[in-house]
């Protein structure tokens, strides 16, 4: 069994029910970000098992779909780069029109290292904005320094 | 002349001045982000003719330097996607694992809609932490919703 | 279930009876653009649910194809760029030869931005032309302008 | 030569002179379109006689690049596909979503043909709107039909 | 249904008929080439409701097939490019040798404009040859000039 | 020395002699297809001594560059493919829709061989046409058998 | 029914008879290469009615796969290019390293031309060696001169 | 200073001076293959510091060209994939369409492992045949096995 | 039947018993090292006969998918390149930053040659560190000379 | 001033002194792994300034090339992927085949996380084997787990 196969049952599941993924994350965890638990259940993240458990429950999964939960995927969300999907693309173009910024700054203050995509961690929120509310995304990532030897 | 020629003689000259990024900005406009500034400087975004003169002054750039850093560029910063150098990979990473959880969760608070990467306006600091300091970003970008017609 | 499930559905529903996406557009929703409504149906735009009753009620479809009708798609309708399809290829022709005509007169008049594609509307309609009749495109979509910070 | 010269060169004058492509194509020829211009200028199109003649004596150009003016280009203006440019890739954008939607349209309207992208003309201009200024496109092209033979 | 389901339909039925192209051809329609009818067979062109009742009939199709037929297909035909089948290379193979010069020698003869791939027919037989029979290719294409505006 | 320093050269004196490939092909051979001497011009073939010491008196190039049109080129004219430009674009197109279709009608024919494009020879002339005159264009390349061993 | 459908049911039946390729090709013709014939069973050849009928016989294949076996296939035995795997890379690599050196020695030993791959044969063979066995491989192709015209 | 400069240094010497990659190859190194020799004259090899000094000699090569001749180079002749020369070209058609037939026998006749692209060597000779020469090549490579461990 | 739907179903039994690759690979044969067998499973290696029928045993393959096991696969596991998993991405990365440096360095000790990918072998193990515990991989490969002719 | 340009005139200075990778590390800086310090000279690390200052002296470089040799570079060594190299290429293809069995082993052995490509360092030695020496690779990196939150 493949896990986009999951992901789609997850997916189907959601939509006849009329759940939300805040909603479905808060019923599997709510000491976990939602966001890590709905990149989990859309394939990209792994749920441990007590997780997956209450997953399977809400979702109407089976057994092996649950243990495929809790299994570390092969990650990479995106079906085609640049992702053609306009809502995507956007972060896309972060990164082609700042990219070289980005690593010039965090060189300049860090030094020669990285941040780090794996000891990392998100939010996302609703700015309210009288011209128009505003996406406000927070990550912070581990600086990671080059070894040298 | 090309954009690229005025980003290269841009780096000669801070490299053999000693300069810094944050430094050069400041003398160019203490009133701008210095990313925006950096990211102008190294031909994504286009500089104040007032901001472009003080450029030219500290870094040695003759008049139509001055006046192409003055201009909208043609912008993409990246040499090949996916990009090749790990610091900005990892942000490129973060789109690959992320992108398909930011769409659904961007949908589901706000509706059908992006973030813009054009109103959008961005903080990097650092993030003292016993564990190792962290790199801390902040974007926001306006949403924007799909027009209905 | 996938969205391209739904729009094989719907094409096959469509030719075995003999209906136009005009027809069926009007049928689901006369005020709004037929153009946005078969963007829809092709995979690319969201119906609201009472369209998408609608649409269920004309074309055959299941509770899950109505349902996923109202999600948001990925959006991203071409199997491969460029586009092989004759017909597509000449808009992507447009793209290539008027690309940056394009870039420089939206600036020159506008300023440092985007014309948005998505708080965006069109219209297609015929051009009777004694030369032979003309297919007559209008756009528009709103100026944005690169936010400074 | 190459044309691409000639266009770096076009606008490292058009920048010192601080000239716009509107002045520029209005001096040229005021009874084309100055689309049409900045397209030839851009190594887009070619230019009468006449009209290179102009353009080179405003421009300062020798002879070799007056008659480059009026050679048929190898058209293609985006240095890689999809453009980074976001300016650009709004239009690009615009044809991923919309490009399926648009053919079956035009069939829809037509027949079994294209918009033709050679006997085609264009207007841009500045719609005023309450909510925001608007980019308008208007593009008419011949439609062609399939031959059957 | 998809195009290509038809076509894989329609081949099995050729093979197990023992059937020709231009037999079939002949049948759908003698006053059509039989190049266009075996294209539409191939879901490269559309045929018409006559002929697709005659190719339904010699071939077993169902109903939803025949009017599939009629319908104006996403065309392209190669599975990648450039194509990996030797026969069909050799095509591809002219395009790259010969590009250029058919490019020049349209423009001097004809002006600014192309060849149609529209307003376009072609026939193709043998030309019995003492040194070995050569494949003979003719096409005409409609001369398109640019438009200026 | 690179063949592409002598087509470019060759391209100069061309424009600024004011000559055409006609012309110029007459002058080289005039027993030879202008198409073939056009093609070698530009890097696609290679001229005979005689040839070659003509086409360098006529266009003024230099021992060296005479030198390098009498050897073999690596062929390959397009700077990228698919091509970009519409006139070059148009004839890919055809292989992309038609490749298929020759294909079967070649193997129908003849057997499982290919048309041979290097025992190939084309003329390219204006069919004169009251609804627009047409490019017609003449290929026959010799048919090369598959070898059973 | 597709090419590869038939390929996979050889290669199960092979499996499972625990036959060899080259006992398969002894008895589907013995006097027709091994490689030619193994090279048809997966896809890219064809084999002669008589010959197929045995490969059918042997194989446990029905009439459809028989039939298929007959026709000229879509050639390209490779899943991607570069191919991954080491065995067939190796060949690839050859290819990458040696190209311009096969095409010298060709032209300077030949003239303007090329070696056939329609008009080829090959074989291959164990040499002894102590030092470790080698593949063999000697293929022959019949010179092809670029005719001039 | 670059290995491409140096081949296209030998490249003009051995044009002005009239020479062939045998008569090179034999006043470098009678006793090597002129294959080997030739390869790395053309940047895929390196050369011996005598054969260097025998080139430089006989090509009017500096000091730093003849020590880049004896350095190992960036191997990799071909300028894109597939290669659009059709004389190289048909080398790779010819694994792309023998890529998995000589997978199958090398591993039917050997084991499990590869034909060596390193410990190889190969000769090519033109085979006199009265339906016109055929170009020879025989290719020796040591069979290495996987590992098992 | 293809070897990824051996591989699925291998993964689908490890998942369902809980078992680890280890395990597996230490019940199938204690003597050869886990990373072979582990490779072997996820389809990048051969068993051995009596390995695959402890395979099939410990993990309820049918006939098939045991003799399968036991074939030479068509080695490449990445479903693209780059890989987009960030924990294959590292090991991608490390070819990227040190592929020149590992190429200069082999060739310095050794001589114009590679490190045999295929008389390969390696160990991955624990190495405890109280800085964090840190992956280490020991690799060896023959060094294979190019031979000279 | 271009990095590119410092590691080819690095090279050239290495090539005429006759120099080895080796013996310029130990002059830079016998303390530090004459493998990153090679890498560093090619463009992938950065040097310290009392490093850079000493190969500036043992090279003659310039004050602009010491001090790029102190930034830190955009790194990627690879002119295209994958590499045409075959010394390079054996890596990749290490990749390629052993990339999944990695990731599980390293997720069977430390858990849902990656092997640091930063906080990384490794060893190459020659290990004497009397069937053909060896080419010993030893890399460890920091097991680096995805933070949860």
Known sequence: MKREAVTEKICDAKRMK?????????????????????????GQMKLEPAQAAKAAKLLGLGKM????????????SLPQVPPTDPTIYRFYELVQVYGT??????HEEFGDGIMSAIDF?????????????????????????????
Request: net charge positive; glycine share 6%.
């Open 121 to 149: 961690n998100m939010t996302m929120e609703r700015l309210p904005d009288p011209k128009g509310d505003r996406v406000k995304i927070v990550m912070t990532g581990k600086y990671l320094e080059y070894k040298r030897y």
């Open 101 to 106: 910024t980005w690593k010039e700054l965090i």
């Open 65 to 76: 779909e649950e243990k495929l939960l809790c299994e570390i995927p092969y990650r990479g």
């Open 18 to 42: 009329g759940l939300t993924w805040k909603a479905i994350a808060k019923k599997i965890d709510p000491k976990e970000s939602h966001i890590l638990i709905t990149a989990a259940l859309l």
